[in-house]
């Protein structure tokens, strides 16, 4: 079992905006302000796309963000594009583990 | 630019021994920590350790403590992945992965190693 909890999928049409949550505890997303997102497609490797909640890396697209509320943080899709469809998994620090990072189990983005 | 290349598929036997390994290219490989990522096929994302190159300092997920080897050799900046017993269970993809400094967490991804064990 992940210790943080992502919905297995969501889906939205070309255009509209679509929202990942990412809930842990206190003694992860809700203590600390370094949540990442990963994107995966299929036969790849996972990219970086959002760090410390909510900082984009160079080249990533500003139609992705990210923010946090309590004990869970949010990963936001706009203006939906066939090429969004693809794995998504969130990532924070944590105090309860070693290494001191775990993972959301992953949720699956379908563009209708 | 950072790259993490790591070494090819690999078809081994139950009982078999394994070592993969990941280069580092374009930054300074001794201060920068490597963990190693597991994905079962169909699956998730899975913390197995991670080590510091500068003086080989790992840590282990509990779930694989005892189970493989992580090391680094600062003269060739590569990270390895190491199995003395295989199983067939171990069948997944293995992906190395920078730490960016601090608490940030994965920065960048090796292009993964699909490891298959199989009788």
């Known amino acids: 079992q992940s210790a943080l909890t992502q919905p297995a999928s969501v889906s939205g049409s070309p255009g509209q905006s679509i929202t990942i949550s990412c809930t842990g505890t206190s003694s992860d997303v809700g203590d600390y302000n370094y949540v990442s997102w990963y994107q995966q497609h299929p036969g790849k490797a996972p990219r970086l796309m959002i760090y410390?909640?909510?900082n984009r890396p160079s080249g990533v697209s500003n139609r992705f963000s990210g923010s946090k509320s309590g004990n869970t943080a949010s990963l936001t899709i706009s203006g939906l594009q066939a090429e969004d469809e693809a794995d998504y998994y969130c990532?924070?620090?944590?105090?309860?583990?070693?290494?001191?990072?775990?993972f959301g189990g992953g949720t699956k983005l379908t563009v209708l | 630019e950072v790259q993490l290349v790591q070494s090819g598929a690999e078809v081994k036997k139950p009982g078999e021994s394994l070592k993969i390994s990941c280069k580092g290219s374009g930054y300074s490989f001794t201060t920068y920590w490597i963990g190693w990522v597991r994905q079962m096929p169909g699956k998730g994302l899975e913390w197995m350790g991670i080590?510091?190159?500068?003086?080989?300092?790992?840590r282990y997920s509990l779930s694989f403590q005892g189970q493989v080897t992580i090391s680094a050799d600062r003269s060739t900046s590569a990270a390895y992945l190491q199995w003395n017993s295989l199983k067939a269970s171990d069948t997944a993809m293995y992906y190395c992965v920078r730490l960016a400094g601090g608490y940030s967490g994965v920065d960048h991804w090796g292009q993964g190693t699909l490891v298959t064990v199989s009788s």
């Open positions: 990532k924070s620090y944590t105090s309860r583990s070693t290494p001191s990072w775990v």
């Open positions: 410390d909640v909510s």
């Open positions: 080590i510091y190159p500068g003086d080989s300092d790992t």
